[in-house]
């Protein structure tokens, strides 16, 4: 008889569960989203990312993420201005794309700053560079601001679209890394990525109530939805841009599979040996291509009658052992050597662990045998339990007989020959508890339990 048992590989760590590509419809009025904290600060070099699809043109200012303070030089804010274009500030001066992105498409807008760089700040559309230019006052981006979506700092220009995929760096990206990952997710743990927001939550559309967090899968630094209607077509959780999967790493793994058992990783289930390569997302977009390899192993968990005690068969250096009652299957405290002697009548299994693997022996029946079942006429052990003798009788003269007392490891305590009808032996030493009495002679073989008290 097999334990059917499910083995969990540590690979489950990986999984957060994949969700639906979503993103945030901002109302134009009143909506936005604030976070906890601010984002790079002073000079720092960064990048900021979004995609974002409106058709909202208009003169005035619409911010899409904001941070800092209204002194000259200490805000931070990536908008749309004039009709449609692209414009980063820092509070006092900035400079707009000649491309306009307000066209009821998605596109990906991103803004770089570089204070080593001859020309610091780059303004990108769909990843190709359409602005680039020096501030004409000092930048000095202050901390104390946090992070906005949707309405500048000083609670004006909200913006009217949708919103999705913000990631802000602490470096500044070439042309070439905004190409190579803005048309896929990216992953929390990604080396410089300080914010990430993927907008993943909700139901696109939906009656989304209460659903007012919007998760930075970068740290902490997660926002609060403010005025959002959160049912229906906007201003609410919406249909987002489809991206591709990031891929964060690949891992090789060998495992054993038992005989019987069978594997799980993630959604994925396996009971034969094998070569096996799956790909395992969370709920930030990264992959995980698993290469597993399945080697088969088994152990012996089978088990036999010795007398009057089961002995199981496997005797490997790494197995172990739990004896176990079938009528309940519970555990008999204490009872892990390879050889069990029961105290009483009953269904006994054995499990057996040997690299890893679990199994179990089929149950086996022990029904102590009386003394009127002997094979030898009028056989009388007595006193039971005893404290210094054990006497061993016979009506009839047995033949020759040989006597061993067991101890309930299976250990031969004392082992003698009797020739005659009457024989005491002294088991005053023994240890307080359960023993076993064993004759055999050529032809029979009897056990009996007895107790030293």
């Known amino acids: 008889m097999k334990n059917k048992l499910l083995l969990f590989s540590a690979l489950l760590l990986f999984l957060f569960g994949a969700q639906a590509q979503n993103a945030l419809d901002f109302d134009g009025s ?17 990048t900021v990312e979004a995609w974002i699809k409106t058709s909202n043109s208009q003169s005035q200012q619409q911010i899409l993420v904001d941070w800092g303070t209204m002194s000259t030089g200490n805000r931070f804010t990536l908008n749309i201005i004039n009709f449609g274009k692209l414009r980063i500030e820092i509070g006092g001066n900035g400079f707009n ?31 190709v560079l359409d602005a680039s230019n ?84 970068a740290g902490t630094n997660d926002g609060t939805l403010n005025n959002f209607t959160l049912n229906g077509s906007t201003s609410n959780w919406v ?9 964060s790493d690949s891992v090789a793994v060998q495992d054993s599979l038992c005989d019987g058992y069978k594997y799980f990783m993630g959604p994925f289930v396996y009971d034969q040996p094998g070569v096996y390569q799956d790909t395992l997302s969370n709920s930030a977009g990264c992959d995980s291509i698993i290469h597993l390899t399945l080697y088969s192993q088994s ?37 892990t050597n390879q050889t069990y002697w ?43 339990p005893t404290t210094q003798f054990l ?42 508890g359960l023993y076993f009495v064993q004759l055999s002679s050529k032809n029979y073989s009897f056990s009996s339990k007895f107790y030293k008290t």
Not at 239 to 247: E, V
Not at 304 to 332: H, R
């Open 30 to 46: 009143n909506d936005y989203v604030m976070m906890t904290a601010s984002g790079p600060s002073g000079t720092a070099n960064r």
């Open 134 to 217: 020096n501030f004409t006052v000092a930048m000095n981006t202050n901390s104390t601001g946090p992070i906005i979506l949707g309405r500048r700092n000083d609670m004006i220009n909200y913006y009217q679209g949708m919103m999705d995929e913000v990631r802000i760096w602490n470096f500044a990206k070439t042309a070439s890394e905004i190409q190579a990952g803005m048309n896929n997710t990216a992953c929390g743990s990604t080396n410089g990525l300080v914010a990430y927001y993927t907008f993943n939550h909700g139901t696109a559309q939906g009656n989304n109530a209460g659903v007012t967090t919007l998760t930075d899968y």
């Open 391 to 432: 006497n061993i009788d016979f009506s009839e003269t047995p033949g020759d007989l040989q006597i061993q007392i067991i101890d309930i490891t299976g250990k031969t305590i004392l082992s003698t020959e009797i020739e005659g009808l009457k024989t005491k032996i002294d088991v005053g030493e023994l240890n307080e």
């Open 299 to 335: 152990t012996d968990a089978t088990a036999k009658y010795v007398g009057q005690s089961f002995v199981a068969n496997n005797s490997s250096n790494n197995a172990s052992y739990q004896w176990v009652n079938c009528s309940n299957w519970g555990v008999l405290v204490g009872e």
């Open 239 to 247: 249909n987002g841009k489809q991206l591709s999967s990031a891929q």
């Open 97 to 127: 794309s000649t491309a306009t992105v307000a066209d009821g498409q998605w596109h990906h807008v991103a803004v770089t700053y570089d204070n080593g760089a001859a020309t610091k700040a780059k303004l990108y559309i769909d990843g």
């Open 342 to 384: 029961p105290s009483d009548n009953g269904e006994y299994a054995v499990f057996v662990t040997e690299n890893g693997c679990m199994d179990t022996s089929d149950c086996m029946s022990l029904l102590y045998a009386s003394l009127e079942d002997s094979p030898w006429e009028g056989l009388n052990i007595y006193p039971n």
